[in-house]
C-alpha cells in the first residue's frame, strides 16, 4: 500500500532557504508556493491538504482535502467563518510569538505616560524648555491589571515584577498561571477594574468581549487609572472611551489598536484628551517570521506523526 503524499500549499511569504529546509525536513510532501500569485490559491487550495495562510472564506469550499490551516500570526478573527468553525479542519496559530515585543511596547507606553514624554516631545519640536511637571508619579507600587492571562498577559505580569507592580489578572474562568496576586473572572469585571491603578487589556476579538470596556466599565475605572489597549479594538467602545477620557473619569489612555481601525482623518479619538496612540505595532519585531516557520515546520512533524498540534485554536471561542 503506498504511502499517502500530503500536499501543502504555501500562501504566507516564505524565504528561499525557509522554504528548501522544509523540502529537506519532508521530503515526500508536495510543495506548491502561492505566496507570490495569490490568484492560484482557488484552484491549488482543491487538493491540499494542509495550508500555511490565511484560507479565505470564499476559498475554504473549494479545499475538498484539506485537514490542517497553520497561520503565521497570533489572532485568528479572520478565520472564525461559519464553514471552517463547523468544520474538522484543525488550525494553529502563534500563539506567544510577540509576547516580548508586546510587553516591551506595553511598557514603552506606560513610562511614556507617567514620565510626560509626549508633552516634552511637543515641547522639543517648539525648541522650548519647560521644566514641568515638577513631580512625577512612580510606576513602582502601582498595581497592573491584566485583562487576558494568555501568553502576552503573563509575560506583562512577569516584567511588572522587575519594576515593582503588583499583578491581578481577568479571565473566564477566574483562575491561572501565572504571577498574579488574584485572578477574577469575567463576571467580577468591575471588581477587578476598580483594584487597580493601570489596566492592560490584551483581549481577542470574539463575541464574548465585543464592547467589554463600556461607559459602565470605564466608570469602574479609578479616576486616576491608565488604560492600555494592545488586543483588539473592537474589545472597547469609543464613544465611551472618549467620554470617560474628556469627563475625567480615567486618567488617560494608551492605544496600540482602536475600532475603528485604521483610526480615519478626524476621528475624535485623535484629540481626546490625555490619549496615545501608536498604530497598531506592538506585536512587530525582526523574528516573527523565523519563529512562525519554525512552528510551522514542528507542527508539520506532529500532524505527519498523528500527534496533537502546538497553538492549536478552538475557533468557536475565538482563540
Known sequence: MTEKTHKVLLITPTTASQR??????????????CADDRDRVPTEVRDAHIAYGRVKPEEFPLAEALEY?????????????????????????????????MT????????SYFRGIPQAFKFQTLQTWVPEPTEMPLLMGMRIGVMGTGSIGNRIAEVAQAFGCPC?????????????????????L???????????????NTPATCNMMDAAAFKAMRKTALFINVGRGTTVDTEALIAALEQNAIA????????????????????????????????????NGEVAFALFLRNLGHYLAGRPLESLVDLKRGY
Open 168 to 188: 491581578i489578572g481577568l479571565n473566564t474562568r477566574g483562575e491561572a498561571e501565572g504571577p498574579y496576586e488574584q485572578v477574577y473572572a469575567r463576571e467580577a
Open 252 to 287: 488617560g489612555a494608551a492605544l496600540d489598536v482602536t475600532h475603528p481601525e485604521p483610526l480615519p482623518d478626524k476621528h475624535l479619538l485623535w484629540s481626546a484628551k490625555n490619549c496615545i496612540i501608536t498604530p497598531h505595532r506592538s506585536g512587530l519585531n525582526p523574528y
Open 69 to 101: 490551516i497553520q497561520l503565521s500570526w497570533h489572532g485568528v478573527e479572520n478565520m472564525c467563518y461559519p464553514e471552517l468553525v463547523a468544520s474538522n479542519v484543525q488550525v494553529a496559530n502563534c500563539r506567544g510569538m510577540c509576547s516580548q515585543s
Open 104 to 111: 516591551e511596547h506595553v511598557f514603552a507606553l506606560i513610562l
Open 190 to 204: 468591575h471588581d477587578f477594574l476598580g483594584a487597580c491603578d493601570i489596566v492592560v487589556s490584551t483581549l481577542p
Open 20 to 33: 528548501a529546509a522544509l523540502c529537506a525536513q519532508y521530503p515526500t510532501l508536495h510543495v506548491v508556493n
